[in-house]
């Protein structure tokens, strides 16, 4: 949705939207405290109605010539007087405790709706920016359920005020009410300008966040340290971040200019109200009581005025908050399919948006049950765009995808992804337990078994058998540091442990040494039998053991074949790039005989 060009009508319709589905949100998940501040905020609105009206009797008990009870009037103003600051202390802590509660719910609701982002959105710009923008608002839209309360507060104070001055003077009832609407009028020109400048500040922040991370995470920091290119990253933040303060500069100068005027007009409005008093024939004591009790309304009005303008400033970003969650896909539990008798590329081409040259050129590939095969390549070549393709994170331009006979399309993205056990170059090191480190290797329950058996299959077993399955990994949390081919074989150990039809491995063995790479394939070879199992590898030795070998080559298929047949050719795109690496390993071969 485009927020610059919403016209008043849209952006009120979207403020009183943002109030009802907070007051919503207060009422299901913070029921109770809800309930007592809706109690407190009634309380409140009638005391300065109550005031104009004891202060009235008491003033008429002390200056008439007729016995008119004292006592009662002034002990209630006491109660009235004396509630109001005790009375607004705990409903501000009770709104408080309330936001509080819709913020823990806001945040877990965005967690899981990130976390059902399909893989295919995750990537994209426009998502991305969402994502944060959504994540800003949750620390603005926990406080709009309590601003709505005392807006309606508001509404009350003023109604009662109103008709308890009416009857003294009804210009100065009309007046007290009308004292509002400078600040309502105030808030409605704020909210379109919020609208239209919300969306800079978060893209700016986006980078300034990101920026952030790179100097706070560990890895990318470490780097950035050696580099001692820190300052460079931290100008960056400095700048994106100047950005966005200037936009925010701009919105908090034309806000504040217009609450002035808002200000000086309830003031005017205000004042008439107290010239109707005191020219409209009232008595002493009926004057007397109205001003007192306008006084005090004067500020729970300011107060309305205030709350509207966290609404309205709230809106743009509950308003990305909700639309986010709405478009999140609905959580579909993905279950891993074991089997597939096949996987095949036929005729695959793909562009990326904007590219001049397509990745991937009529590309035809496939594996069967138990088959080993290698995808091979320079940089660039584009066996990731391939691999992506097949698993479905891109969208083929042409051609189609089959999985065990079925056309993917047939599937939904998740079942799909069900099918595979994917192994990407940048694997995540997780820094959580041991157990949920590889847990994280399927949805649902994992035993210890499981762990354990995965672990073994990896080549992790070694460097896992002096950790517990609890220990924590990473050491900025206090936990173990582990190598990076170690955090490499706990990826891998997550493939064991899914055990999909189909494995793609994108370099898996990339960060292992050269021992530990061998046993990895000469496991990956030895448990295959049930499953396709599709690498990518840069190292010839690794290809000795495959099925069959694609050559990809600038996006398309130059060559298939085996190892042997392959390196046969002389004149073969796989030669010369494996000649070198060939000789190499049959010299280290030679010397160590
Ligand atoms: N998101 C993208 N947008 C535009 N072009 C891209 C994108 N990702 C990759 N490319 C381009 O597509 C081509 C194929 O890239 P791809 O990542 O598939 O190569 P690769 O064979 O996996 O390389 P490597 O061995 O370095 O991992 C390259 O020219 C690359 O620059």
Same mark, same amino acid.
């Given at each position: 949705?485009?927020?610059?060009?919403?016209?008043? @009508?849209?952006? %009120? +319709? /979207?403020?009183? !939207?943002?109030a009802t589905d907070s007051v919503r949100?207060? #009422? =299901?998940?913070?029921?109770?405290?809800?309930?007592?501040?809706?109690?407190?905020?009634?309380?409140?609105?009638?005391?300065?109605?109550?005031?104009?009206?004891?202060?009235?009797?008491?003033?008429?008990?002390?200056?008439?010539?007729?016995?008119?009870?004292?006592?009662?009037?002034?002990?209630?103003?006491?109660?009235?007087?004396?509630?109001?600051?005790?009375?607004?202390?705990?409903?501000?802590?009770?709104?408080? @405790?309330?936001? %509080? +509660? /819709?913020?823990? !719910?806001?945040?877990?609701?965005?967690?899981?709706?990130? #976390? =059902?982002?399909a893989p295919s959105r995750i990537a994209r710009p426009d998502v991305g920016a969402a994502l944060t923008a959504s994540q800003t608002a949750t620390g603005a839209i926990d406080h709009v359920a309590g601003k709505v309360l005392q807006v309606v507060g508001a509404g009350i104070t003023s109604t009662v005020l109103c008709a308890v001055v009416w009857r003294i003077d009804p210009v100065a009832g009309l007046l007290i009410v009308a004292a509002l609407l400078p600040t309502v009028l105030a808030f409605t020109v704020i909210a379109r300008m919020e609208a239209r400048e919300w969306p800079a500040v978060a893209t700016f922040e986006r980078a300034a966040e990101y920026a952030t991370e790179q100097l706070v995470q560990q890895r990318p920091a470490t780097e950035l340290a050696v580099l001692g290119s820190g300052p460079k990253v931290a100008a960056t933040v400095a700048a994106r971040r100047g950005e966005a303060m200037r936009v925010l500069d701009r919105m908090i100068g034309t806000a504040m200019r217009m609450e002035l005027v808002a200000a000086l007009g309830t003031a005017v409005i205000f004042?008439?109200?107290?010239?109707?008093?005191?020219?409209?024939?009232?008595?002493?004591?009926?004057?007397?009581?109205?001003?007192?009790?306008?006084?005090?309304?004067?500020n729970a009005i300011r107060l309305c005025g205030y709350a509207v303008g966290v609404i309205i400033t709230a809106t743009p970003q509950a308003t990305i908050y909700r639309d986010f969650l709405a478009t999140a896909r609905p959580a579909e539990p993905q279950s891993v399919t074991r089997e597939a008798a096949s996987v095949r590329l036929e005729h695959v081409s793909y562009t990326y948006p904007g590219a001049a040259e397509p990745a991937l050129k009529d590309v035809s590939i496939h594996a069967n049950r138990g088959e080993l095969i290698a995808l091979v390549g320079v940089n660039g070549a584009g066996k990731t765009t391939l691999i992506n393709v097949l698993v479905g994170l891109l969208?083929?331009?042409?051609?189609?995808?089959?999985?065990?006979?079925?056309?993917?399309?047939?599937?939904?993205?998740?079942?799909?992804?069900?099918?595979?056990?994917?192994?990407?170059?940048?694997?995540?090191?997780?820094?959580?337990?041991?157990?949920?480190?590889?847990?994280?290797?399927?949805?649902?329950?994992?035993?210890?078994?499981?762990?354990?058996?995965?672990?073994?299959?990896?080549?992790?077993?070694?460097?896992?058998?002096?950790?517990?399955?609890?220990?924590?990994?990473?050491?900025?949390?206090?936990?173990?540091?582990?190598?990076?081919?170690?955090?490499?074989?706990?990826?891998?150990?997550?493939?064991?442990?899914?055990?999909?039809?189909?494995w793609i491995l994108d370099e898996p063995t990339s960060a292992v040494d050269a021992e530990a790479e061998r046993e990895i394939f000469a496991g990956l070879?030895?448990?295959?039998?049930?499953?396709?199992?599709?690498?990518?590898?840069?190292?010839?030795?690794?290809?000795?053991?495959?099925?069959?070998?694609?050559?990809i080559d600038d996006g398309a298929v130059v060559e298939q074949g085996t190892y042997a047949s392959l390196l046969a050719d002389q004149g073969s795109r796989f030669a010369a790039i494996f000649t070198d690496q060939e000789l190499e390993v049959e010299r280290g071969a030679a010397r160590s005989r």
């Open positions: 949705m485009r927020t610059d060009d919403l016209s008043t @009508r849209e952006s %009120l +319709r /979207l403020t009183v !939207r943002t949100d207060a #009422a =299901r998940y913070a029921t109770s405290w809800l309930v007592l501040c809706s109690v407190l905020t009634i309380a409140q609105a009638f005391l300065p109605g109550a005031q104009v009206v004891l202060l009235q009797q008491l003033i008429n008990a002390l200056t008439s010539s007729d016995q008119a009870p004292l006592w009662g009037p002034l002990l209630g103003l006491t109660a009235v007087v004396g509630l109001m600051y005790p009375m607004g202390q705990v409903y501000l802590a009770s709104t408080h @405790r309330m936001a %509080l +509660r /819709l913020r823990l !719910r806001y945040r877990s609701d965005l967690a899981f709706a990130i #976390a =059902r982002l004042g008439a109200a107290l010239v109707a008093l005191v020219t409209g024939g009232a008595t002493g004591a009926d004057a007397a009581a109205a001003v007192a009790g306008a006084i005090s309304g004067l969208t083929a331009d042409e051609g189609r995808v089959l999985i065990g006979g079925t056309d993917a399309d047939e599937l939904t993205e998740t079942e799909r992804l069900g099918y595979v056990g994917l192994l990407v170059q940048e694997f995540g090191r997780f820094e959580f337990s041991l157990r949920d480190v590889v847990a994280l290797g399927r949805p649902g329950p994992v035993t210890d078994d499981e762990v354990y058996r995965a672990l073994s299959s990896a080549e992790a077993e070694v460097f896992t058998r002096r950790l517990r399955l609890d220990d924590q990994l990473g050491q900025q949390w206090g936990g173990t540091g582990i190598s990076g081919g170690q955090w490499q074989r706990l990826a891998l150990a997550r493939i064991y442990l899914r055990d999909a039809a189909v070879r030895g448990s295959g039998a049930d499953r396709i199992t599709i690498v990518v590898s840069h190292r010839a030795w690794t290809l000795r053991e495959m099925d069959r070998i694609y050559v």
